[in-house]
C-alpha cells in the first residue's frame, strides 16, 4: 500500500520549452503533496507543498510562476517547469501524505529532467 | 534554522560488518526523525522512525535511538548484507508536516 508514481522517469525537453511531471497516488487519497528537488550528491530540497483545491505553498526562493503546482484531485499533483534553462535539469521528487496531520511521507521515484 | 546532519560517504563495508551512519540534527522544539533509504532506481522509502526522546525505531535489522541529550538519531545495523546497499537519508519533521533531510551517505557492502 502507499504507492506513489511519477511521470515520466526521465524527461529531455529544449531550452525555452515547458515540461509536465505527473505525481499520483495510487492506491491511496493524498490530501497534501510535496515536490522536492535534489542535485547530485545532494540532499533533497522541498521546493513547495500541494494541498488539494488550494495553491500551493512555495519554499523560500523557489519561483512560483517557473514552477507550476496543480493539485487538481486527492490523487495526482503536478509539476510544470516553465520556460526551462539547462540550470533547471535535476531530479525531481515527489511524496504525498497518508493522512492529514501524520507525518509520514510516501515518495515517488523521481523524474529526472534534462534540458539542452 | 532546522539541519540535519550526516556523515559523508561513502561508506564501504563488508557483507556482516558493523554499519553505524551518524546523524544530527538541529531544531527548536521536539521534532520526529526518521530514516530513509533510496535504493537503485527507486525512490525513497521510510526505514524507521522516532518520534519522542529515547524512542528506538527499528526494522529490517536497522535501528536508531532519538537521543534528545546529543541532538543524535545514529542508523546502527549489526550485520549488514550485500542488499543493504543504498544511500540512507536522515530527515527531521519541521512545521507543517515538512521534512528537512540530510545530504543523504550512500551505503556499499561488498562480499
Known amino acids: 500500500g502507499a504507492v506513489v508514481s511519477q511521470h515520466p522517469s526521465w524527461v529531455i525537453c529544449k531550452s525555452g520549452t515547458s515540461v509536465k511531471i505527473e505525481c499520483r497516488s495510487l492506491?491511496?487519497?493524498?490530501?497534501?503533496m510535496f515536490w522536492y528537488r535534489q542535485f547530485p550528491k545532494q540532499s533533497l530540497m522541498l521546493m513547495a507543498t500541494?494541498?488539494?483545491?488550494?495553491?500551493?505553498?512555495?519554499e523560500q526562493g523557489v519561483e512560483k510562476d517557473k514552477f507550476l503546482i496543480n493539485h487538481a484531485s486527492l490523487t495526482l499533483s503536478t509539476l510544470t517547469v516553465t520556460s526551462a534553462h539547462p540550470e533547471d535539469s535535476s531530479f525531481y521528487i515527489c511524496?504525498?501524505?497518508?493522512?492529514?496531520?501524520?507525518?509520514?511521507?510516501?515518495f515517488g521515484p523521481g523524474t529526472r529532467l534534462t534540458v539542452t | 534554522g532546522d539541519s540535519v546532519t550526516q556523515m559523508e560517504g561513502p561508506v564501504t563495508l563488508s557483507e556482516e560488518a558493523f554499519l553505524t551512519i551518524n546523524c544530527t540534527y538541529t531544531?527548536?522544539?521536539?521534532?520526529?526523525l526518521f530514516w530513509y533509504v533510496q535504493y537503485p532506481g527507486e525512490g525513497l522509502q521510510l526505514l524507521l522512525k522516532?518520534?519522542?526522546?529515547?524512542d528506538k525505531g527499528s526494522n529490517k535489522g536497522f535501528e536508531a535511538t532519538y537521543r534528545k541529550e546529543t541532538t543524535s538519531f545514529h542508523l546502527e545495523k549489526g550485520s549488514v548484507q550485500v542488499s543493504d546497499s543504498a544511500v540512507y537519508f536522515c530527515?527531521?519533521?519541521?512545521?507543517?508536516?515538512?521534512?528537512?533531510f540530510g545530504t543523504g551517505t550512500q551505503l556499499k557492502v561488498e562480499l
Open positions: 492506491d491511496f487519497q493524498a490530501t497534501t
Open positions: 531544531a527548536t522544539g521536539y521534532p520526529s
Open positions: 511524496s504525498a501524505n497518508v493522512q492529514t496531520g501524520s507525518y509520514e511521507q510516501y
Open positions: 530527515a527531521q519533521t519541521g512545521g507543517g508536516n515538512k521534512l528537512t
Open positions: 522516532a518520534t519522542k526522546a529515547d
Open positions: 500541494s494541498n488539494e483545491g488550494s495553491k500551493a505553498t512555495y
